[in-house]
């Protein structure tokens, strides 16, 4: 097995692992869409999920309404039960 296939066993076993527990067909979903999608379901208060996340209070709030618009839901509570329907959190 050359080094090339090597790197490209492990990348894909990589990204198998970091797929882990999302769903197929991610409805066009980020990673970090997922993430901030479980913090909410989970109640963790906005400054909390901004310093895990690395980000601001302002820029989660923009992402949660953003976020609320490719869900077509109006509120961060439907895209957490949609999210919820769907096995994300």
Same mark, same amino acid.
């Given at each position: 097995?050359?080094?090339?296939?090597?790197?490209?066993?492990?990348?894909?076993?990589?990204?198998?692992?970091?797929?882990?527990?999302?769903?197929?067909?991610?409805?066009?979903?980020?990673?970090?869409?997922? /993430?901030? +999608?479980?913090?909410?379901?989970?109640?963790?208060?906005?400054?909390?999920? $901004? #310093?895990?996340? &690395?980000?601001?209070?302002?820029?989660?709030?923009?992402?949660?309404?953003?976020?609320? /618009?490719? +869900?077509?839901?109006?509120?961060?509570?439907?895209?957490?039960?949609?999210? $919820? #329907?769907?096995? &994300?959190?």
């Amino acid at each position: 097995m050359s080094e090339i296939d090597t790197l490209d066993a492990e990348a894909a076993s990589s990204q198998e692992a970091c797929a882990d527990h999302v769903p197929s067909g991610s409805h066009g979903l980020t990673s970090t869409d997922i /993430e901030l +999608l479980r913090l909410l379901a989970q109640g963790v208060p906005m400054d909390t999920i $901004a #310093r895990q996340l &690395y980000t601001s209070c302002r820029t989660n709030r923009r992402r949660i309404r953003a976020l609320c /618009e490719k +869900l077509g839901v109006g509120t961060p509570i439907e895209a957490v039960a949609w999210a $919820a #329907r769907r096995g &994300y959190v």
